[in-house]
T-cell receptor
Framework: DAGVIQSPRHEVTEMGQEVTLRCKPISGHNSLFWYRQTMMRGLELLIYFNNNVPIDDSGMPEDRFSAKMPNASFSTLKIQPSEPRDSAVYFC????FGTGDGYTFGSGTRLTVV | QQQVKQSPQSLIVQKGGISIINCAYENTAFDYFPWYQQFPGKGPALLIAIRPDVSEKKEGRFTISFNKSAKQFSLHIMDSQPGDSATYFCAAVYPSGGSNYKLTFGKGTLLTVNP
């Protein structure tokens, strides 16, 4: 398996633009997590899905952020409109539901909003 | 409290030395404690993990020591090598309803091993 695949690796966009980050989890994993990493706040859980259903989105900072998982092999995190304070590295991770362990992270998307 | 407090923020060790990173928690519902290693430009990768019914776990040069009564756990890297230079995160997993689990991270420790 190629692991968790995220795209793009880097994204530079202007304030106010829409940004879409993509994630392909490991085949067979049925839990998917979106994290944001910044120097100030470390790794923060934004939202997670079990069997494609959003379970907890309490970490999503604002209504400008939304996430979808239309099928077991694909998820998106969208920011609309983007702001400079959204600049961070966004990670997607997947695991087997109900295990509490075995999280595998992707390589992340470094987002810069100018 | 769904927090894990990690120290130090940064650590410099000479090659061959012992690196020690400490973490503390409050929530007794945490039931799994993994450590992640992150290299620049990469995502965190699971390094070693322990459950609270065990006081120590060793895998190669990496050892987790766990003190349940003190709610503390630590990572020891023996014979530290320059290739160990990375950011290390302690983490804790807790049940969040039904069969759902959430993983919360410490703020990380940047380890530099000098040759």
């Amino acid at each position: 398996d190629a692991g968790v695949i995220q795209s793009p690796r880097h994204e530079v966009t202007e304030m106010g633009q829409e940004v879409t980050l993509r994630c392909k989890p490991i085949s067979g994993h049925n839990s998917l997590f979106w994290y944001r990493q910044t120097m100030m706040r470390g790794l923060e859980l934004l939202i997670y899905f079990n069997n494609n259903v959003p379970i907890d989105d309490s970490g999503m900072p604002e209504d400008r952020f939304s996430a979808k998982m239309p099928n077991a092999s694909f998820s998106t995190l969208k920011i609309q409109p983007s702001e400079p304070r959204d600049s961070a590295v966004y990670f997607c991770a997947s695991s087997l539901f109900g295990t509490g362990d075995g999280y595998t992270f992707g390589s992340g998307t470094r987002l810069t909003v100018v | 409290q769904q927090q894990v407090k990690q120290s130090p923020q940064s650590l410099i060790v000479q090659k061959g030395g012992i690196s020690i990173i400490n973490c503390a928690y409050e929530n007794t519902a945490f039931d799994y404690f993994p450590w992640y290693q992150q290299f620049p430009g990469k995502g965190p990768a699971l390094l070693i993990a322990i459950r609270p019914d065990v006081s120590e776990k060793k895998e190669g040069r990496f050892t987790i020591s766990f003190n349940k009564s003190a709610k503390q756990f630590s990572l020891h890297i023996m014979d530290s090598q320059p290739g160990d230079s990375a950011t290390y995160f302690c983490a804790a997993v807790y049940p969040s309803g039904g069969s759902n689990y959430k993983l919360t991270f410490g703020k990380g420790t940047l380890l530099t091993v000098n040759p």
